[in-house]
């Protein structure tokens, strides 16, 4: 995927996998985040822990504009200030009290999540239907030699059994997520052999980084 000096764009969601109020723990090279979208629609991207105590905020709930912390309840805006504390009503909460966010970037089905600062956008994929995400407990180069295909410069592996097929791979702790997209105008049936050819990529990689280790 693009990046430059300044940093770098991650694909750590599909659209689809994050249905509005509802947050999603995901994660990037700078940390875990807490991957939420608002009632209205809007995606954030914030840090996985509430200054308050500490607790994963992936873990919380969002109401309306707001990701809330499901221990004591504290809630944030996107931009990442607390915007309510519960046992106080009648506080407006110190401007100090915020939690960091990262730039969020949404196209072509895929929620993108930047690393540092990055000068130009997320690739556009719109010629790829996204269909599934897997964890594979495998690197990037385990999985391009099981694809038999090199991350291209918009981040996508080639599948060479299956030219319509890619896979948009970004690195995890100790695994590898992966998304599987398809040309925009396959079946529902090319769509179902994709996922199982992307089932098949997982295997042969997981059984080469084993017989690696």
Known sequence: MPSDTAGSWMP??????????????????AGSIALWRSQSGRVSASSDRCPHRGM???????????????????????????????????????ETIRVAVQRVEESDGIVWVSVGEPVIPPPRLDRFAPIRSLTLDADIAAIEAAAEGKVDTDGLIHVAECPWVRLLPAAQIACTLIHVLVEQDRSV?????????AEA?????????????
């Open 189 to 197: 049936a090319d769509r179902i052999t994709a996922s199982r050819i």
């Open 12 to 29: 750590v969601a599909l659209s689809a996998d994050l249905p509005p109020a509802t947050v999603i723990p995901a994660w990037t090279s």
């Open 201 to 213: 990529v997982r295997r042969r990689a997981e059984k080469r980084q084993k017989d690696a280790a």
């Open 56 to 94: 994963r905020l992936s873990h919380g709930f969002v109401r309306g504009e707001a990701l809330s912390c499901i221990y004591h309840g504290w809630s944030y805006s996107p931009a990442g200030g607390c915007v309510r504390i519960p046992a106080h009503p009648d506080l407006v909460p110190p």
